[in-house]
Structure formats: structure tokens, C-alpha cells
């Protein structure tokens, strides 16, 4: 089960990897590059932070058919008809949702801290659509905008984490951290919901007194 959750959670980071070289007005190449980038970005940094060597995708077959297929499917999709303007965020929900619980997991395996297991997931998690947006010249990618993304990334790993510690099944609190990750995407997306900007502080403007210049 867990392996069809990573693979849901690839191919949606592909979907949205040809889906943003479709509102940059890309060729199919394009679409290709953007759809692998999307998918092992996030995993890759994981796997050359932990030393894990081969990489996991340079293996795996089906990943890697399953990222081809699904951009090629999206690709063709698009040639016909037009996607609603959300699109993109909301599958870019589902990748971020899966694959930052499978980064939690493999940091977990790895036997590291609790602090680098929530650095790790969210890593994982969000690589991928930064380098995704940087290849598409959005400039600051999704994660550097005020949207809550790496926040929703972050409370999963926190939620996975714990529900770890507490012997949780590996399942529930895999359905469960996933599914905070995507409901607060989705939150954020359909509310409009934003973490607050960095803004400088305004001067108060200083009082003149009574008959001064």
C-alpha cells in the first residue's frame, strides 16, 4: 500500500510538472523535464542527504514509467480540453501530501533525529515544486510566496512523527498525516489563506508641537 501511495503521490507532482509547462507555454520536452523534476527533486535531496546510494528512482522502473506515462497522458489531455485554474495547486496538494509522509518515513528508517526527520519530510516534500517553478521562471517559487505550503508540509512530518512514537500502525498515521497536509493545502488554496509577509514596520509620524515650524 505504501508503495501505490508513493506512486499516486509521483505521479500527481508530474501532473503538475506538465501543468506548469503548460501555463509557461512549453513544448512536450519541456513537459517531460518539468514532470521528472517535479517528482524525484524532492527525493533525490533527501537520498544524497542520508547517503543512501543508489538513488531510489535510478532502480525503479515503474517509477519512472509511471512519471513517463503520466505526463504523456497529461499532455494529451490538455490538447483537448482545458483544465479548471486550480488545477494545479490541487494536485500539487496530493504530491505534497503523500511524498512528505514518505520522506518522514525513509528519515525514520535512517535512524536520525526527530529534528532532521521533519526537516527531511518537508524537504522532500517541497523540492520538487520549487525547482519545478524556478525551471518555469515563477519567480518566487510557491514555497517563498505567503501560501501555506511548507506549513502544511511541516505539520504533517510533526503528525507522522508523533503518531510514530506513539506505535501508531504505519498506515493510519501515514492516512492520516497525509491527510492533514492536504486538507490544509486545500484550505489555503479555496480560502485564500496566508501566513503573514515580512513587512517593515511603519514609522509613526512625529508630532510637531503647537507653533513650531
Not at 92 to 113: E, K, N, R
Not at 133 to 148: I, T, Y
Request: proline share 4%; with cysteine.
Amino acid at each position: 500500500m505504501l508503495h501505490v501511495l508513493y506512486l499516486i503521490g509521483v505521479a500527481s507532482f508530474a501532473a503538475s510538472g506538465v501543468l506548469a509547462a503548460h501555463r509557461a507555454n512549453m513544448d512536450p520536452f519541456g513537459g517531460l523535464v518539468l514532470a521528472f523534476a517535479a517528482s524525484i527533486s524532492g527525493g533525490t535531496l533527501r537520498d544524497v542527504i542520508l547517503d543512501r546510494h543508489p538513488l531510489y528512482w535510478t532502480h525503479d522502473w515503474v517509477l519512472l514509467t509511471v512519471i513517463s506515462c503520466t505526463a504523456v497522458a497529461t499532455m494529451l489531455y490538455l490538447r483537448r480540453w482545458e483544465l479548471p485554474q486550480r488545477s494545479l495547486m490541487t494536485v500539487d496538494a496530493l504530491g505534497l501530501a503523500v511524498v512528505t509522509v514518505i520522506g518522514a518515513q525513509a528519515a525514520i528508517s535512517a535512524g536520525v533525529t526527530p529534528f532532521a526527520v521533519i526537516l527531511l519530510a518537508v524537504l522532500t516534500g517541497v523540492t520538487g515544486e520549487v525547482v519545478r517553478d524556478v525551471l518555469c521562471g515563477e519567480l518566487p517559487p510557491l514555497l517563498l510566496r505567503e501560501d501555506v505550503y511548507a506549513t502544511a508540509a511541516f505539520a504533517g512530518a510533526v503528525t507522522y512523527l508523533i503518531l510514530d512514537r506513539l506505535g501508531v500502525g504505519a498506515t493510519t498515521a501515514t492516512v492520516v498525516a497525509a491527510g492533514l497536509v492536504f486538507v490544509l493545502r486545500m484550505a489555503a488554496i479555496h480560502r485564500d489563506l496566508h501566513l503573514p509577509g515580512l513587512q517593515e514596520p511603519r514609522l509613526r509620524p512625529v508630532s510637531r508641537k503647537a507653533g513650531s515650524k
